[in-house]
């Protein structure tokens, strides 16, 4: 079975910091990649995706992913974080045809103003 | 993107009673949508996929008569949460899956049920 691990469970930045969330997934196959975000009080909300392509995906609100198959790694980054970006991150994967994604346990971030 | 309405957003019941919660794919038909219970400070757990029409698929370990499924139309499943206790008290989720493009999910902004 799938499994993805999401190294940092909290993460404490000040604003204008460079911000990168690991992400790791083990399978062996194909395999799509996302990025959710929720905001405190929120519904999920997807930041990014990788299903093909360039390895490098942008989202939305400045964020970007790299796909890096050799490490089995789907990093989350943003060169300059906000006070408004406090939320938690889920990183997920789908994979073998099976739609259904496994995510990860979340990455706590709280940016100080 | 997508909208999937979940309601109510939040409900606190009493102990032994059951508690209906429904989620709605707004603007696209779902043939399938997921249910998924998130502790505090966990990731997120399917507890059971829904399909239009037919009986829902349960997780290991999740029970089926007490999480009763409905997912009588392509734009609404329900969840059940029968004879409710203290342990039921979590956030629930659900998910709707979209048949066009990518089938990326959209989720419902999740229900907090405290049993008291």
Redesign the interface.
């Known amino acids: 079975a799938q499994s993805v691990s999401q190294h940092n ?1 909290h993460v404490i930045l000040s604003e204008a910091a460079s911000l990168e969330l690991g992400c790791n997934y083990s399978y062996g196959g194909t395999v799509n990649l ?1 990025w ?1 975000v929720q905001y405190p009080g ?5 930041l990014l ?1 990788y ?1 093909s392509g360039d390895p490098l995906v942008k989202g939305i609100k400045g964020f970007e992913a790299e796909f890096i198959k050799s490490k089995f790694s789907f990093n989350l980054r943003k060169p300059s974080v906000q006070w408004s970006d406090t939320a938690e991150y ?1 990183c997920a994967v789908t994979s073998g045809g099976s ?3 496994t ?4 990455t ?1 971030l709280i940016v100080h103003p | 993107g997508a909208v999937v309405s979940q309601h109510p957003s939040w409900v606190i019941c009493k102990s032994g009673t059951s508690v209906k919660i429904e989620c709605r794919s707004l603007d696209f038909q779902a043939t399938t949508m997921f249910w998924y219970r998130q502790f505090p400070k966990q990731s997120l757990m399917l507890m059971a996929t829904s399909n239009e029409g037919s009986k829902a698929t349960y997780e290991q370990g999740v029970e089926k008569d007490k999480f009763l499924i409905n997912h009588a139309s392509l734009t609404l499943s329900t969840l059940t949460v029968t004879s409710a206790h203290p342990e039921d008290s979590s956030f629930y989720i659900c998910s709707a899956r979209s048949e066009t493009g990518t089938g990326e999910a959209f989720f419902g902004q999740g229900t907090r049920l405290t049993v008291v």
């Open positions: 469970h996302f959710y929120q519904h999920l909300q997807l995706k299903f889920f739609y259904i994604p995510f990860g346990r979340g706590s």
